[in-house]
């Protein structure tokens, strides 16, 4: 489905998303005209999702990445539907997984401190039914982290 091309378009578009079209033209090699119809191709055939800002979470008052495990008390339709309704309400998650293994769900949450995040535990994550147990893991430092998709 994806080309060279389309692949270089979208490694030029995952660094830098508010690129001209001039400008990403001569970077991929193509004239004006047809890497404007690919990227519109692109968008239209959901390969590029969207465009966003990245946001630094320090400096917009979210300085505490947490990684919670989750498992549910029975994994039935109704606490999967249960637990992950309620995830998608909760501004504070920014990931959920579903796992293999010992644990049934993943969540990157973001937090202003140790008091947001036990607060968030207790209002919230504590209150569904649905849950045997969470396992939480501060993040000390990010050592590596990419927003684009690496190359094939």
């Not at 079209?21 to 590029?48: A, D, F, H, I, Y």
């Not at 309704?85 to 644990?103: F, I, N, R």
């Not at 982290?145 to 190359?151: F, T, V």
Request: glycine share 6%.
């Amino acid at each position: 489905m994806l080309d060279s091309i389309d692949r270089r378009i979208l490694a030029v578009l995952q660094e830098d998303g508010r690129i001209t079209n001039q400008e990403l033209s001569e970077k991929v090699g193509l004239s004006p005209t047809p890497c404007l119809r690919r990227l519109k191709r692109l968008e239209e055939t959901g390969v590029v999702k969207g465009y966003a800002a990245i946001v630094d979470p320090k400096a917009y008052g979210l300085p505490f990445s947490v990684f919670v495990s989750v498992r549910l008390s029975q994994q039935t339709q109704e606490n999967i539907s249960e637990f992950e309704k309620a995830v998608e309400s909760w501004s504070e998650v920014t990931e959920c997984y579903l796992m293999t293994g010992s644990q049934d769900y993943h969540l990157r949450v973001l937090t202003d401190g140790i008091e947001g995040y036990e607060r968030f535990l207790k209002q919230k994550v504590t209150r569904l039914k649905c849950i045997q147990s969470v396992e939480s893991n501060f993040a000390l430092a990010t050592i590596k982290k990419r927003n684009g998709l690496p190359p094939l």
